[in-house]
């Protein structure tokens, strides 16, 4: 089983930066797909970034649109996932959540194709 725990959630105003990181405890991977949704209130669940990685291939990433060229998505040598997020906008408040595939090494933006999902933390952009 694969536990994915988030932190790095908060309060900044317009403009700032905030960091997110996702650990996936349960085994040593040799490919995984990790990526960051966010869920506003009464709207759906969005795809916001994503990286790819396998031990014969690299890594590889994507993004939404209104995130591109503000959020960053990377990894560590390990099992660590990250979202630096900068510029951030009023709109970006949300709950952001962790989700994974550890099956498979290609960019999946569809939430229903993840096998597992961190418990959420909040991000709040005030203007």
């Known amino acids: 089983q694969v536990q994915l725990v988030e932190s790095g959630g908060g309060l900044v105003q317009a403009g700032g930066s905030l960091r997110l990181s996702c650990t996936a405890h349960?085994?040593?991977?040799?490919?995984?797909?990790m990526a960051w949704f966010r869920q506003a209130p009464g709207k759906e669940r969005d795809f916001v970034a994503a990286?790819?990685?396998?031990?014969?291939?690299?890594?590889?990433t994507g993004y939404a649109d209104s995130v591109r060229g503000r959020f960053t998505i990377s990894r560590d040598n390990g099992n660590t996932v990250y979202l630096q997020m900068n510029s951030l906008k009023p709109e970006d408040t949300a709950v952001y959540y962790c989700?994974?595939?550890?099956?498979?090494?290609?960019?999946?933006?569809?939430?229903?194709?993840?096998?597992?999902w961190g418990k959420g933390t909040q991000v709040t952009v005030s203007s």
């Open positions: 989700a994974g595939i550890f099956s498979r090494s290609a960019i999946v933006y569809t939430p229903a194709l993840y096998e597992y």
């Open positions: 349960g085994r040593t991977f040799s490919t995984y797909v």
């Open positions: 990286v790819a990685w396998d031990r014969w291939s690299g890594s590889r």
